[in-house]
């Protein structure tokens, strides 16, 4: 399905990159993409089904990836309440009171704190393959690393399959696109975890995409820096959250493994987790697209 409108957004000084499907009188679903990704990271089965469903859909691209502005990081960091703010200045733009906002993964932390900050913005939440977003992972992630023994107090680390292609994705070279495409598909691949089938065509497709609309493929990794920092506003307790909360997970998520979906869940009163069997950290199975749709379907419009 063609976007029914294409237009970028100013979030303070930058501009965003948005598109928006469906009806504009139908209730809106907004989606927010996780780390390092565009908006193209929602896959346009999901976006059809939602719209063949009557619900209005907003996909954009974060700061620092695919068409939308560049931050120099070093000059002006900054937090998962920036990119919140990005988030309430796309609906903004839309003029869109309030919407059900559904994040993946870093998205999913996004719209934690959009439920807990803004509230007024969110009629319902759904949180895919993601994490609490007051939880610190870089301990877990140093002994895991150092090989050492998880502390029993900590959500899990990523599997150690997902830590040895860290190390090895380090030195791979960089120079070229094919270098690029090469290397974004085999993370894909590796995240999309073992037991469901990689839709290698798809993901080839995503991020040859996700690179040629990208001006600085490496102004991306911004959002690593951005999303290890644990400022307080993150430490607000998720138990203030009143929108209808789904928390969606896969049972072989290799880079945030289920106690963390269940950790989130367990935070938010009300909250309903639903564990997709297989699902890693990607929506690039064959299928898996059109079922997260219809669980995203599930929550109140």
Known sequence: MAATEKKFIRSGELRLWTERFGDAGDPVVLLVMGTATPGLGWPDELVDTLVAAGRQVIRYDHRDTGR???VDFAAQPYSVADLAGDAVAVLDGYGVAAAHVAGASLGGTIGQWLAVHRPERVTALTAIM???MGADAGPAWARAMAGQEPDPGDLPPPSPRFLAHLARSAT?????????VAANLETWRVLNGEALPFDEKAARRFVEESYDVAADPAAALNHDAAGRLMTEDRRAPLSSIKAPTLVVHGSED???PLPHGEALAAAIPHARL???PGMGHSFLSPGLPRHIAELLLTQPS
């Open 172 to 180: 791979a070279p960089r120079t070229t696109r094919e270098h690029h």
């Open 130 to 132: 993601t994490s609490p």
């Open 68 to 70: 939308s502005g560049r």
């Open 274 to 276: 639903e564990v997709v």
């Open 254 to 256: 290799p880079l945030l």
